[in-house]
Structure formats: C-alpha cells, structure tokens
C-alpha cells in the first residue's frame, strides 16, 4: 500500500505540473519547490532572488518562516507557531509559476538553529532537476533553469528512508585512515545509490567501482582493484541501491588510495557531470582515524564542537566512537588523540579529561550502551585550557581498571568503543551556566560506517541498526551513527611483543647469562645488511628497551644494570623471523 501510496503522489505531482505547465509560453518552463524538512521544519526559510543579488535583495518569491527572515541564522529565537513554517520530517511543494528558460536565480536557505538538514529539490515541468542541501546557518546556490534531460543518471544522491536516515555510498575501507594489522575482507564494502532524474526509463544501469593507488614517486594513480554493481532498468525519478563485500585482499597495502564509482547504461546520457564521484582513503602501518589530518599531519579542527551533557549526541558526560579489532592480540594502543575547544569564558588554567577504552558485549538483540558496555582502559590527563580556542590532546598511558596495571593487549575480533570523558560535581563545575571550564570535543559528520545485510554472520553490531530498504527477500541495514557526528579520535598503534611468533629455525639466536644482572650477551647467526628490531618489555607490555640494529660481528650487548628486579621478555624481530624469550634479572 505504502508503495501505491508513493506512486499516486507522483502522479497527481506530474499531472498538476503538466496541466500548469501548459500555461507557459513557449521557451518557459514551470518551476516548483519541493522541501524536504528535518524534525525541525519551523527552522527553515528560503527565497529566490535574480543572480548574483543576495537574500533580501530583489526578492521574487520566499517561503518557509518569515520571523527567521535571512538575518535568522543560528539565532535559535524560531518556534513552532510562527508565521508559515514548514511541518516537520515532511515534504511539501512550493510553487514558483513560469520562467524563462536558461535564467540564472539564487536561492537562499537560512536556518533558525544552524544545523539543518533540509533538502531543497527544484522541479522543472514536474521533474526533479537537482537538490541543494542546507546544513548550516545560511546556504545560497546558483540555479539555471534548463528543461529536463531524457536520459540523466546521478550518483552522490541522498537516499532517505521513512525514519529519516540517509544513504549516499561505501566508501570501500570505511575510516579515513585504517591499519593494514586490522583490515580483512569483512570490513571491505561497495555499495551506491543510483538516481534516474531523466524523464525516460534507463536501462540496463551499472556501476563500476575503481580502487587506485598513488605513486608516490610519479605522482600518479594506478588501479589496483575493480568490480561492477547491476541495477538493471531504472523507471523516471526513481533510485535503487545495490552493495556487495569486497572479498579479494590482494590489493592490500601500506599507502594513499582513491576510490571511484561512475555509472553507465545503454542509453547516452544527457548529463555526464553528475556520474562519478571519488574520494580518498589511506592504509597505514599504525595510525587509525575518521577524521582528516591537517598540514601539520595533526588531527583537522572541524566546524562544530560538543560540550559535555548538552547535545543528544554526547551521553552526559561522555562521546566516543567504535572501532572493530580483528586482530587485536596483535597490538597495544600507543596513544590515542582528541580536538578539544576551550570556551572563553574559561576561567581556570586547567581541566582533567578521562579517556576511557570499553569492551562491547551484546547481550540481546540490540546494543545497550548501559549494560552492554564493560570500561577495561583508561587514562586520566591534565589539559590546560587556552580560553577561545581549539587544544589538542594526547593521552598516551592507559591503565587496566580492573587490577590498576599497565593496559596491555586488546581481544582479536572484538569491538570496541573509545570515549572522551568529563564531568566535575564540585566547584569549578564543567559548566555553570555562565562559565564553561569543561572542554567541547571537536566532532565530525559521518553518514554511517558502512552497510552490511542483516543475515550476514560477521555484521558488525554498531550502534543503532536502521532499516534502509528492502530489496526482495535481502534486509539492508546501515550501522554507526547514522548521520550523526563522531569525536575527532585518532589512535596509534604498536605492536605487542608477547604476539611475536617463535621461529627459532629462521633466526638462530642465543641470549646470556639467564639470569642476568649488568648485561645481556646476544649472539645471531645473521645475514649481513638486515635490520633487526630488538625490544624488551616487562610482564605489563610496558616497553623498556628499543633499538634497531645491523647486529655487528654476530653479536650485541645491552646493559641492564638500570632494571629493577624481575621478569622481561627480549623480543628480536625481522622480515626473515621472530625470536621471544623471558629473562630474570636479579
């Protein structure tokens, strides 16, 4: 029914606008406004003015809330009762009349909060022509009125299902930059949104995904893995969705990658501007982030920060991101990186920050971020505030919580969800209304993770599973959260020396004395010009000793007169084998 429902008001859409525009004269076409409006529909106001006039300046048609007018901007004064205000999570067509063709107009978006969502689509002759999304205080676009193409796929279009939430693409390897040790063939994805806004049916629609990797001494992209979705006919002004896991590995490797998917069909389209779209994404030997980095190879200041318990997306006192460890008894977190921003009304030198590492264990059906959450890391520093401005933050020492010792490895194939955390209940409070001592946390849209199908064995269990759309008997469902932004986190990796694998045969090496006192003697059967890495940790992982060397002569020797007392393991590792052994000190 939902289905008959949907196709009825595209038709009574297309009737009403042919019948008006009928009523043009000739080389005019009829332009209408279809509003696609956020929870917060009353926020929004838009007009049209000639090209190059700005709001409120030679108006010829404005709709939406007129209190918010175009200085209304991030004023949040709005409400619900005001003068012409859109409904909420809803659409609504907004006629305009005949215009010539080719004229150029602006359109202006101004909305009440500064954070909407509001999606603007201008239909020509009933049609569908583009979409312009308003998601900041005040958005202006340039539109030239041009009839509509017979034959016209886009891609980079933004589904929405009937709970709000949106789909656009996979990016292929998910996070922005992603650990070589951590990425297998169930994080890798391919998935698109293809659009017709042609008037004609297209058929036979595919899409095509590239993989290229840069080289770096040509400066070039060379590709290193393809693969094609199929779509099959496209009826007018409707879209589909496709997706698929990318099993192969061999294109897996420490480097710059970009990803590419265009669309192609029989026909010739009309309209090649809007079939492709590209974006970037790095594989690394330890660093794990989803927010960009700047020149300075630090973590990006982004637009938007949240203070602690006063956003739906911080939990009180609390925000973090999840992140999913295939391999994780390989590696010990080094240190993990934050974007906080100190208000200026900041009135004391400094604030004390947790940074907080969980395990996530499902207990039914969903994720329960009250009971399914088990805290097993954490870290508590002293930032100094620099009022008005943006501090980065680094914590580099996390302590298990359960006996007070040093963190050591995480589990293999375990989620888990890393958090800034904050909260005073003495004086100076984080916030008192007036002053703010706490610290907002830097965050960072992100549309979701990627997709999966719900009968998968290895779906990820990420926060909020929505329903997307059903294709046949395939449920498709999106995980992360879904449209909402994330704290900019950047961790670093390194490796554990207690997972090195044993390979005696391949490096011949004997360690004395054992026990030892003032010096360790290491001899190897080496080959000449191989770097080895020597590292010894104590019982808690903590690293002690690191040193790369050529082993000179077959042998090295390391002083241990400044080690206390106890149990360490000597780690020597290269491309050619693995060697561990514990040894006492006395």
Known sequence: MKSLATFFIFLIIGLSSTSLHSQCLEGEAYLTFEVTTDQYGYELYFEITPFDDACGVNTLASYGNTYVGCDGGGLQSANAQDNGVFPNSSTTLEEYGCIALGTQINIHAIDDWGDGESVIGVRVNGFLTET??????????????????????????????????????????????????????????????????????????????????????????????????????LASETSKIRNKNITDTDWYSVGKFRYVYSVLMDENDQDESNNSLSNTFEITEDYWSKTPLDNNNELAVTNDAYFPGTNSYVDAYEWGSFFYFENGNDIIIDKINAMLYSDPSANIASGDVQTRIYEVNIQGAGLDMETDLTNVGINLSTVNHNPGNSVAFEASTFYNTSNGELMGALKNNTLYYISIYQQQSSPPYLSDGQVKNGFAVHGNSINQDFLVNASESNSFPYYSPVLITQQQDQSVYSYGWNGGPEPTLGITLRENPLSVKQNNALLDVSIAPIPTKNKLNINLNTLEGIDYTIVITDISNRVIYLE???????????????????????????????YSQKFIKN
Not at 556 to 566: F, Q, V
Request: charge should be negative.
């Open 548 to 578: 790369k060397s050529n082993f000179i002569n077959n042998s090295k020797h390391i002083n241990t007169a400044y080690l206390a007392p106890g149990t360490y393991i000597l780690a020597i590792k290269s491309k050619y084998g693995h």
């Open 132 to 233: 312009f999304t308003a998601s900041q205080a005040s958005h202006s676009w340039t539109y030239t009125v041009s009839a509509p193409n017979n034959y016209d796929m886009e891609l980079d279009y933004d589904y929405s299902d009937p709970n709000g939430w949106t789909f656009n693409h996979i990016a292929p390897v998910y996070d922005l930059y992603y650990p070589l040790n951590q990425l297998t063939n169930t994080e890798t994805h391919m998935g698109l949104v293809v659009h017709n806004l042609g008037i004609q049916e297209c058929t036979n629609v595919y899409a095509r995904l590239n993989i290229d990797k840069l080289n770096e001494t040509s400066n070039t992209y060379e590709t290193v893995f393809t693969d094609t979705l199929k779509y099959g006919n």
